[in-house]
């Protein structure tokens, strides 16, 4: 992903607030592949041995039954806590990949940033978080370039970018950052949506972008819904979930085309090749037999959807 919508680096608070600083409870939570036929279990879970992709994977995951996942649960509509239980966009997709590899993704809430460490350490097999694929992290390095780690694999399986929320309707007719040029918006404080808006303002020139930054998302959605901005930025599945849930769909709506497009991965320890080109073989299955287009319907992120897997394909 690129800068704009790399999770929770510089973009931190706002993706928290924009889904209401959801708590991260339950620590622990199975996703995985329902009713299992094998009753062969050597590990915390049961495998299903029939499973087209079974085979695919170490046996190190065959014996455990399980594909151990981090993820930071605070990002909704992608993962999140509801009633005690992880459940997302992304827990909806290990659920189809665990069908086609026979065995249960389970999830454990965890900090975003110890993640990557958590692979690298063995604590967790996989990092599912919608976590960008990008150059920095595949190599293991920080913002400034400097080595801190040996790097992860992605698989590739959604993309993102930044979108705009306005008014339901959207009367102001805001399909692009070009259409905000002599009008007001609405936006988080400190974030680097807020750049996004302040390079925008450079370049509408004479024709001046107004922003108004707020301590929270929601105080700049409240101003939206209110009239007195044209548009909040935030990334493209939380707008797209606000603009489905607020006000049970009557409030908001996206404004044209995200942007700054970039791609989610499933963040894999270099040295684990094979469970990595197993997942990819997941992916690809559960995009072929239709069931990754329902998870993306059913969250209302269907434009994020990609054609097929790729490894590592982040810029």
Do not use: H
């Not at 604590?123 to 790097?151: F, H, P, W, Y």
């Not at 992605?154 to 007719?173: A, H, T």
């Not at 020139?205 to 044209?230: H, M, N, S, W, Y």
């Amino acid at each position: 992903m690129t800068a704009s919508i790399t999770r929770r680096t510089t973009a931190a608070r706002s993706r928290i607030a924009a889904v209401g600083a959801i708590a991260v409870a339950g620590a622990l939570i199975l996703t995985g592949c329902g009713d299992q036929t094998d009753k062969s279990s050597s590990g915390t879970g049961t495998a299903d041995t029939s499973a087209p992709l079974y085979s695919k994977l170490p046996k190190k995951i065959q014996d455990a039954g399980v594909i151990k996942v981090g993820s930071d649960t605070a990002y909704a509509p992608m993962e999140y806590v509801d009633n005690g239980k992880i459940v997302g966009v992304d827990p909806d997709i290990a659920e189809a990949l665990g069908k086609q590899l026979g065995v249960k993704l389970q999830f454990t809430s965890g900090t975003f940033d110890g993640l990557i460490t958590s692979l690298e350490t063995g604590r967790q097999d996989v990092a599912i978080s919608s976590m960008t694929d990008n150059k920095k992290r595949q190599e293991g390095l920080d913002d400034k370039g400097a080595k801190i780690g040996k790097g992860v694999d992605f698989v590739d399986y959604m993309s993102s970018g930044v979108s705009l929320l306005v008014k339901k309707g959207n009367p102001d007719n805001i399909k692009s950052l070009d259409d905000l040029c002599g009008k007001t918006v609405a936006v988080q404080r400190g974030t680097i949506y807020e750049d996004t808006f302040k390079a925008q303002a450079e370049k509408c020139g004479d024709k001046k972008l107004t922003i108004e930054a707020f301590d929270t998302d929601a105080e700049a959605q409240t101003r939206v819904k209110a009239g007195g901005a044209v548009a909040d930025l935030n990334d493209f599945p939380v707008t797209s979930y606000i603009a489905k849930t607020s006000g049970g769909g009557n409030d908001f709506e996206v404004g044209g085309q995200q942007s700054d497009v970039g791609l989610f991965g499933i963040a894999v320890s270099k040295e684990n090749t094979q469970l990595r080109d197993a997942l990819k073989e997941a992916v690809d299955a559960i995009i072929k037999d239709g069931s990754y287009a329902k998870v993306l319907e059913k969250w209302n992120v269907k434009d994020g959807a990609v054609q097929s897997a790729t490894i590592n394909a982040g810029k």
